[in-house]
C-alpha cells in the first residue's frame, strides 16, 4: 500500500469502530481476537462469514489478520488462526477462506507454510486513486495451524 494512502487512514474513525464491534451482540456472527503480550495488543483477527458468492456453503473467512512487526515470527499469527480455526470448526465450518494482496509475498509466505493454498480467485481492488490485486486462499478449518 502507498506511505500516503497508509497515512490518509484516520485512527479515531478505525477506534470507533473496533469499539462497536467488539461492545456488540453480534460478537457471534462475526468474532475477533485480540493478541497480547505484556498487557499490549500485539495483533488481532477478524472473521465471520464469507463474503463471496462462490465460496463454499460451509465456509468462513478470515476478514482481517494483523500482527505488530516487532512481533513477526513470534507465533502469534499462527496463534491468532489457530483460535479462529478452532472456533469456526467447532461450530461445524468446514473451510476458511481469506483474501491477500498478491503482491504481499511475505502473507503469502506465512498462509503457505501454514497449510492455505491459492484456489484461483482474483480480484482488483479500488482504493480511491489506486489499484490493487488480492487472491483467495482457503484451507480445511478442521487442520492443524
Given at each position: ?17 473496533w469499539?462497536?464491534r ?6 457471534d ?16 483477527l ?37 483460535v479462529?480455526?478452532a ?5 461445524g465450518t468446514?473451510?476458511?477462506?481469506l483474501?491477500?494482496l498478491?503482491e ?24 480511491g ?6 487472491v ?10
Amino acid at each position: 500500500m502507498p506511505d500516503e494512502f497508509l497515512a490518509s487512514l484516520a485512527i479515531d474513525a478505525r477506534e470507533i469502530a473496533w469499539r462497536s464491534r467488539l461492545e456488540s451482540d453480534e460478537e457471534d456472527l462475526a468474532p475477533a481476537w485480540v493478541a497480547e503480550r505484556d498487557g499490549a495488543v500485539v495483533g488481532y483477527l477478524v472473521s465471520g462469514p464469507p463474503r463471496d458468492e462462490d465460496a463454499p456453503p460451509d465456509a468462513a473467512e478470515i476478514y482481517a489478520i494483523y500482527v505488530a512487526p516487532e512481533q513477526w515470527r513470534s507465533g502469534t499469527g499462527r496463534a491468532l488462526l489457530g483460535v479462529a480455526a478452532a472456533e469456526w470448526a467447532s461450530r461445524g465450518t468446514r473451510t476458511l477462506v481469506l483474501w491477500v494482496l498478491d503482491e504481499n509475498a511475505r502473507a503469502r509466505s506465512f498462509y503457505e507454510a501454514l497449510g492455505w493454498t491459492a484456489d484461483g480467485s482474483r480480484r482488483e481492488i479500488d482504493w480511491g486513486g489506486f489499484t490493487t490485486a488480492e487472491v483467495r486462499y482457503r484451507r480445511p478449518a478442521n487442520g492443524s495451524v
